[in-house]
Every structure is written in structure tokens, then in C-alpha cells.
């Protein structure tokens, strides 16, 4: 392995590309793809709810329910590994570690099923805990890589890499998708379902390919000849608390930090149930629009997030990162309200077009908002994996109100007005943090 340098172009581009390699993930299973394959297995079965232990439990809340049980553990993993990989200094091994294991399980949902729901419900978790997990990691690289005055920019362009790479895999599916025929898979619905079920495989094999370059060029850590052994399994923890109490020495972060754990419990859970909700709520006509529709619709937000990261970055450039964010929230909540009333086609693409310009630019200066607000350290890991912990422990919070909501009213309607609430809370705490940074 070659050694470049903290800041050098080659570096950077190393970095930036994990997000060409993973992004897949979530944009083919966590959003497009794999929530109409979800519905269409409940939808076939002419069923819109199914017995778990006993219990009668609705598609989508099901769902949430699985995906907020993932963000705890990982949650609670996230700690324990970022002690070891600090301990031992090499966390590298750890990203790959769980993009292996994200990539693998995304492979295995070829087999997800109704019949084998608790199997088919693992292989979907595992597959979120391999993803997130990995995300710690590489986010923690990026103090390690670039230097201040470059993560803006840099947290942009690895976020429009994953735009571009994900589309591009995308609609590779959706020509297997509606030109089943033509791929050998036959020409009627089954055909299609096997299409879809073969994108699971298609993500796997694009994660693990094209994360080898990333992996090739990022240095370890630093090396040490320390071992694991069991009191270290909870200085990730001990680690977490030292973070913890170094917040009271830096209230900007602080009180940045306490904005993020907010306006992220909406943006992530928007993120993950928007399909879900295009699915359910919109009338589309017949299965085939739906299809259509709903990927057209995913790729226009990632096409659109490609210019909102970018004009994001330029934005903060000119009047800075907490101001933009501000106005950044501001449109998010204003995206929750018309989302509440929309019903046609149309009305979705064109929120779908909102929503492209406002999640690329929160996701990426949020991670580079809070690498700037970093002490001096060499500790990156810790701090990152307290930010990713905020982040998870957010999204459970946020995902639990949305399935809670959408199965006491039997609307996804009334769950996404909802979360117009965490946007102007994130908002109103952004105001809180002193603008000397």
C-alpha cells in the first residue's frame, strides 16, 4: 500500500470514493428497489399486515420497527468498536469488516420471502448494521484525511460520487426490472420480482468491488502492539463519556451536537420511508406506473442531490455552515407539510425535487460542520463514533413515532406531518450556537 499524505489529492479521492461504493445500499434497498419489492411480496399475497409472535402487525410499521431495532444495535456496537479499533489502531479493518458484511446480506435478500419472514427480516437488518457500521468509520477518516478548510468540499464531492455511482446502478435495475425479457428472466409480473431480487445481488457485488481502491489507499491507524482483551471491550464507552464531558469545554459543539440528535431523527427517517409512502399514499394508476414511478422519483432526488451538495457547499462558504443549515431546516419542514397533502404523480415528482436539493446538502455539511467543530485530537474514531451514535440513537427515536403514528391512524400521512416538529426544533437550537466559528 502506497503512503500518501493528510490532504493529497489521491487521498481524498480514495476516501470520497467509499461513497460511490456503498451508496448503493441506500438508494437500491434502503429506498428504491427494495421497499417495492417489500410491498408488491404483501400486495401479491392480497395482505397489508402479518402475525409476528402472536402479534398482527401492519407492512410498513413492521418495517420501521426492524429498521429502528437495527439502529439500536448498531447504536450500542458502535461504542464497543471504536474502543478496540482506538486500542489496537486499526480501524480499517473494521470498515471492512462491515462492508463485507452489509454487501453479503444485501445478496442474501435474494431469498427474502414471506414465507421465511424472521429469516428474511435478519438478512434486512444485518444488512443495515454492515452499512451504518462501515459509515462510522469512513466518516471518522475524514479529519484524518483532509484538512479543515478542505471537508467541505470534500464531504460534498464523496456525497455527489455516491449520487452518481448509485444512479448508475439504479437504472441498470430498472432496465432488468421492466425489460425482464430481455435479461432472460421471462415477461410477466414473476419475472419482474426475480429482476428485483436480482438487484439485491447486484449491490453486494458493486460494494465489495468498488470499495478496494478506498481500502487500498487509507492508512491503518496507527499501529500498536497493544491486544484486545476484555477491559477494553468497554472503552468505547469510557471513551463516549470522555467526549461526553469535553462538550462542557465546547459548547459550540455542544450545542451543535443537540441540533444534529434533532433535525436528523426527521431527515434520516424521511429518507428511509419515503418509498414506502409513494408506494402507499399515491395514486398511480396500475403496478407498472407504480414501478416507473417510484424509482423515476428516486432517481430524481439523487440526481438533484448532486446540485444541492454542491450549492449547499458554496452556500456555506459565503455565509457559513450554521446559517445554511438553518435555512436548510427551514425547507425541510416546509417539504413535511405539502408532503401531507400530495396524492398525484406529479405533486410527487416535484417534492421528490425538493427533497434531491435540501438531502444532499444536510447529509454533507452536517458531517463536515461537525469535523470543523472538532478539538484538536488524534482520537477521531471517539468523536465520530459519538456523532454516529447521536445520529442512530435519533433515528430509532424517529422511526418508532413514525411506526407508532402510522399504526394507531393507519396513514403515513399523519406520521410525516409529524416530523415537521424535529425540523423547526433543529432549527430553533441551531440559532443557540455562537457564530465566532
Known amino acids: 500500500m502506497q503512503y500518501l499524505k493528510k490532504g493529497s489529492k489521491k487521498l481524498l479521492n480514495a476516501w470520497a470514493f467509499y461513497d460511490w461504493a456503498n451508496s448503493v445500499y441506500s438508494l437500491v434497498i434502503a429506498s428504491a428497489v427494495f421497499p417495492i419489492y417489500y410491498q408488491a411480496l404483501f400486495s401479491s399475497a392480497g395482505i397489508n399486515s402479518i402475525t409476528i409472535f402472536g402479534g398482527e402487525i401492519r407492512s410498513t410499521p413492521l418495517i420501521s420497527y426492524t429498521t429502528a431495532a437495527a439502529f439500536v444495535i448498531v447504536s450500542l456496537l458502535i461504542p464497543i468498536l471504536s474502543g478496540i479499533a482506538d486500542f489496537v489502531g486499526n480501524k480499517k479493518v473494521f470498515m471492512k469488516f462491515f462492508c463485507y458484511l452489509g454487501a453479503l446480506s444485501c445478496m442474501g435478500l435474494y431469498f427474502f420471502s414471506l414465507e421465511n419472514i424472521l429469516v428474511s427480516l435478519l438478512l434486512y437488518f ?37 449520487y452518481i455511482g448509485s444512479v448508475i446502478l439504479l437504472l441498470f435495475n430498472l432496465a432488468m426490472i421492466m425489460m425482464p425479457d430481455t435479461f432472460g428472466f421471462g415477461d410477466d409480473g414473476a419475472a419482474k420480482m426475480l429482476a428485483m431480487k436480482y438487484s439485491f445481488i447486484s449491490v453486494g457485488i458493486w460494494w465489495i468491488v468498488f470499495s478496494q481502491y478506498t481500502f487500498y489507499y487509507l492508512p491503518k491507524g496507527n499501529k500498536s502492539n497493544n491486544k484486545i482483551s476484555g477491559r477494553i471491550l468497554l472503552d468505547g464507552y469510557k471513551e463516549l463519556r470522555g467526549v461526553y464531558q469535553s462538550l462542557s469545554e465546547n459548547l459550540m459543539l455542544k450545542r451543535y451536537l443537540s441540533a444534529f440528535f434533532v433535525y436528523s431523527m426527521a431527515v434520516q427517517t424521511v429518507m428511509l420511508v419515503a418509498a414506502y409512502f409513494g408506494e402507499q399514499e399515491i395514486n398511480w394508476g396500475d403496478d407498472d406506473q407504480k414501478t416507473i ?55 410527487f415528482y416535484a417534492t421528490a425535487g425538493f427533497v434531491g436539493m435540501v438531502m444532499g446538502g444536510i447529509q454533507a455539511l452536517s458531517r463536515s460542520t461537525y469535523s470543523k467543530f472538532l478539538p484538536e485530537t488524534k482520537d477521531t474514531a471517539s468523536y465520530f463514533s459519538f456523532y454516529d451514535v447521536s445520529e442512530k440513537i ?19 400521512r399523519n406520521s410525516i406531518l409529524f416530523l415537521v416538529v424535529f425540523f423547526i426544533i433543529g432549527a430553533l437550537l441551531l440559532f443557540r450556537i455562537p457564530r465566532n466559528k
Open 126 to 162: 444485518l444488512a443495515l448494521v454492515g452499512f451504518w457500521s462501515s459509515w462510522v468509520f469512513y466518516n471518522s477518516y475524514l479529519p484524518d484525511v483532509a484538512f479543515p478548510e478542505q471537508q467541505d468540499r470534500l464531504s460534498a464531492k464523496g456525497f455527489s460520487l455516491g
Open 293 to 347: 414511478g417510484l424509482i423515476s422519483s428516486i432517481l430524481i432526488i439523487q440526481l438533484v442531490a448532486i446540485v444541492g451538495a454542491q450549492l449547499t457547499s458554496k452556500a456555506s462558504e459565503k455565509y457559513g455552515n450554521v446559517p445554511t443549515l438553518i435555512v436548510i431546516n427551514g425547507i425541510w419542514a416546509v417539504i413535511c407539510v405539502v408532503a401531507f397533502f400530495i396524492t398525484s404523480p406529479f405533486q
Open 394 to 412: 435519533g433515528i430509532v427515536i424517529g422511526m418508532l413515532i413514525y411506526g407508532i403514528i402510522d399504526q394507531l391512524t393507519g396513514s403515513m
